[in-house]
């Protein structure tokens, strides 16, 4: 079958050990998690989780009915490509002598990113953007040399007034 | 109210209906204890001889009972004892909950004496688990924890409590016992579908599983079959639901079970499978499973419909509503020419049998039978023994088969044995075993007399590994690599050590005068029945096989 790479949404109790049951999932039903995020919701008792994930039909449909059986997980989505505003942020630490720092403003400033530290051999940039724009700088900066990055893994909302919170009746 | 941690527990359990706990105290469980000490009037508890013993109990309990098994065990060694019992539970969907105490909440996560993070180790078996770490929230998280455990499809849930949270107070309101959360709404156009697809149906095959005996749904699968005349195959989960006497009754389907369950589902042209997950020892090779009938499959789990096996139509709900509403819309038919192939397959079958003079397995389970009613409960161990018991006995009521299906746990069967003899009142148990697996837990024989419970336990006694020696002469060439036990216990004298009735039979004639003896008493009594090492259960469909590759000889 083939594979595809998918964002899933999941409103989760926000709880200690939550995280270790859903990731504990994925491990030993043996899907892989590509990113995951997590964060706490406009209502504190619940947390977001924005996980991506590659897998064919048949894992896709696994997943999201082995995570709605955990009783933490209260509502899991896979978000609709077409209709998802997905963005993740990016800071990454480039080599950059003096020769190069025109150019590399030059892409930082095309990519829409922002540098956030400067020194004698190095600058770190800040970027945000969908995950194909962040990978697509992270290969122009290869040229120059990276020395370290840090991605936070996609955000994704759903666009138009649809959401995923929870209705506290939901929740019985 | 004001209470304790520890009054808490014992006045929620008691208020969730629970009467009887399996157990064994310890450091972090004393204060509990005590309060199961002043509270004996009220609850029972069960001491067993090891926590795995108390956890297979509680198993053993729920399943006859249809109740929440419940059992304790103290921090550190007595909660990871517990991990093969919550483990054989998950597998099984047994509604359990099993509570670990835990060293105070400021030593947590400081390598304690007798800590162990029992939270974790159990997250993968568990449907859920908590530890609770202010005593307000006690009470609820043990209600909770009721309800998961039996809502849904059932499962163990584990509540880890730290000693200090058992030892402070706080208000107590008593609530009532809990509803199970709602099942999913039941598809109606799913229903009317299926409900065509019998009606068009030549040769419709129902496959009963576990699920429908959790859900009490044996006589409903019953009278669908009855109606629409067709045979039921079941899984081995799924004994005992519908009685062995229905004349359309095959018996167990997968590697061992009856050639004319297996071939019948082969040939079925409709498979409406009811509370089964298609696991690989009921499917064989999936590729070749069933191919030339669509599957029905009807379940409370969501996660289990297209699992294993793509369905043709999957109805999510309470198995029990489902059928109900899909036989009351079905047309009343009968099936003379599916019934007259399924006669000739039977008849084939019966080629495959051969009585000899010797004492064979089949001929114990048989002659165990002429003691039983169709209320005894029948508990296994797992191996050979559990294959032939699946095979030759009779069953006829519902919640009178314990055995461990999933997790195919060796030493499974003393504790539920016990379990479920108390489950049902102390009313007479048989438990078939092998010396294998016997050898696994036979300490729970000193629980089985310390309580003077009326267990009628058969070791299957052949001196080897049976099933793994059966695999080693059948796929291994005959190398018999740690399976020839030979080991030099004498059963009978060990069951007299530990206060039991030993008795041996190695001929059929010996065998009829031990269970004159055993039906006759009211105390644990062993059978020690020797039998060949080379028996094998047959027929087989070899791992990854379908049933053109079943062995029959």
Not at chain 2, 21 to 44: C, H, M, Q, T, W
Not at chain 2, 386 to 401: I, V
Not at chain 2, 500 to 508: H, K, M, P
Request: aromatic fraction near 6%; glycine fraction near 8%.
């Amino acid at each position: 079958m083939k594979k595809d790479q998918f964002i899933l949404s999941a409103i989760v109790n926000n709880h200690f050990g939550v995280l270790t049951r859903v990731s504990g999932l994925f491990a030993r039903r043996g899907y892989n998690i590509d990113s995951l995020n997590v964060g706490v919701t406009e209502n504190p008792k619940y947390s977001r989780m924005t996980i991506i994930v590659t897998g064919d039909d048949y894992i896709k449909e696994q997943i999201v009915k082995q995570l709605a059986k955990l009783h933490d997980v209260k509502k899991v989505q896979i978000m609709p490509d077409d209709n998802t505003v997905k963005r993740e942020h990016l800071l990454i630490k480039i080599k950059a002598s003096s020769e190069r720092r025109a150019e590399i403003n030059t892409a930082v400033s095309i990519f829409r990113g922002q540098v956030v530290d400067f020194h004698t051999d190095s600058m770190t940039v800040e970027m945000t953007g969908e995950p194909s724009k962040v990978d697509a700088f992270i290969n122009y900066c290869e040229d120059f040399g990276i020395l370290e990055l840090c991605r936070s893994g996609a955000l994704a909302i759903i666009r138009g007034e649809e959401s995923l919170s929870i209705d506290e009746e939901d929740n019985e | 109210m004001k209470l304790t941690g520890a009054q808490i527990i014992v006045e929620t359990l008691i208020e969730q209906g629970c009467d009887t706990v399996f157990g064994y105290p310890g450091g972090a469980v004393l204060v509990i204890y005590d309060e199961l000490y002043k509270n004996s009037d009220r609850i029972r508890h069960i001491i067993t001889a090891h926590e795995q013993g108390a956890a297979h109990a509680a198993d053993g309990y729920a399943r006859v009972t249809g109740k929440v098994g419940v059992c304790i065990a103290t921090s550190g060694p007595g909660a990871t004892n517990l991990v093969t019992g919550i483990a054989n539970a998950y597998l099984d969907s047994t509604p359990l909950v099993a509570i670990t105490g835990n060293v105070p909440l400021s030593l947590l996560g400081r390598d304690s004496f007798q800590e162990v993070d029992i939270a974790g180790i159990t997250m993968p078996i568990t449907k859920h688990n908590y530890i609770v770490k202010d005593v307000r929230d006690l009470a609820d998280v043990i209600r909770e924890a009721f309800k998961i455990a039996k809502s849904g499809r059932p499962g163990p849930v584990l509540i880890d409590i730290p000693r200090d949270v058992q030892t402070s107070s706080c208000e107590y309101e008593k609530a009532d016992v809990v509803k199970k959360f709602p099942y999913p709404k039941v598809n109606k156009q799913s229903v009317k579908e299926a409900v065509e697809l019998i009606n068009s149906s030549k040769r419709p095959y129902i496959y009963s599983g576990g699920g429908v005996v959790l859900a009490d749904a044996g006589d409903t699968v019953l009278e669908l079959a009855k109606k629409i005349d067709a045979p039921i195959g079941c899984s081995m989960m799924g004994l005992s639901a519908i009685s062995a006497d229905y004349k359309g009754m095959l018996g167990m389907t997968g590697m061992h079970g009856t050639y004319h369950a297996s071939k019948a589902k082969q040939e079925a042209d409709l498979i409406i499978a009811v509370g089964v997950r298609f696991s690989d020892r009921a499917t064989g090779n999936i590729s070749k499973y069933s191919k030339n009938a669509k599957i029905i499959h009807i379940d409370v789990d969501s996660a289990e419909i297209d699992k294993n096996v793509t369905s043709y139509l999957g109805i999510l709900g309470n198995v029990n509503d489902i059928v109900k509403e899909i036989t009351a819309q079905v047309e009343p038919r009968q099936n003379p020419e599916w019934f007259a192939v399924i006669e000739k397959m039977k008849e084939h079958a019966k080629t495959f049998d051969e009585y000899k003079t010797r004492l064979m397995p089949r001929t114990i389970i048989e002659k165990v039978q002429e003691y039983t009613t169709p209320d005894t409960v029948v508990a296994t161990d797992v191996g050979q023994h559990q294959m032939w018991t699946a095979q030759h006995y009779k069953f006829r009521k519902p919640r009178t088969f314990v055995t461990s299906g999933g997790l195919g746990t060796m030493g499974f069967g003393m504790g539920a044995a016990i379990g479920s003899c108390i489950g049902r009142g102390e009313k007479k148990t048989v438990l078939f075993t092998g010396d294998g697996s016997f050898g696994m837990n036979l300490n729970e024989l000193a629980t089985a007399t310390s309580y003077n419970l009326p267990l009628v336990i058969v070791i299957m006694n052949n001196k080897v590994l049976g099933m793994v020696r059966q695999w080693q002469s059948l796929f291994y060439g005959k190398r018999y690599s740690n399976t020839t036990l030979n080991r030099k216990t004498d059963f009978v004298k060990l069951a007299e050590a530990f206060g039991a009735t030993g008795l041996r039979a190695t001929t059929v004639e010996e065998l009829d005068k031990a269970l004159e003896k055993a039906f006759g008493m009211d105390t644990p009594v062993l059978i020690d029945c020797h039998i060949e090492m080379d028996e094998m259960v047959l027929p087989m469909i070899p791992p990854g096989g379908s049933i053109d590759d079943i062995i029959i000889k």
